[in-house]
């Protein structure tokens, strides 16, 4: 099992600037940048067994990023 995300608002590399975050945000069929909160919950429902037929797939964690 792999998580994939797509474009989270972290500290990593300085951060994003307005225009950046902006930009990423309106290619995401949500219309944001992702938190680390939502790659969190997909990793703790993967984790929890309630997904436990779920093997073998990568889960893209971004929001509908490019679609």
Known sequence: MAVAPGAICTELG???NVEFEAHLAS???LGRVGEPEDV???MA???SGELAWVNA???AVAGGYNI
Do not use: E, F, S
């Open 57 to 59: 797939q990568t889960i």
């Open 40 to 42: 969190g919950r997909v």
């Open 27 to 29: 290619q995401t069929a």
């Open 45 to 47: 429902a993967l984790l």
């Open 14 to 16: 300085g951060g994003l």
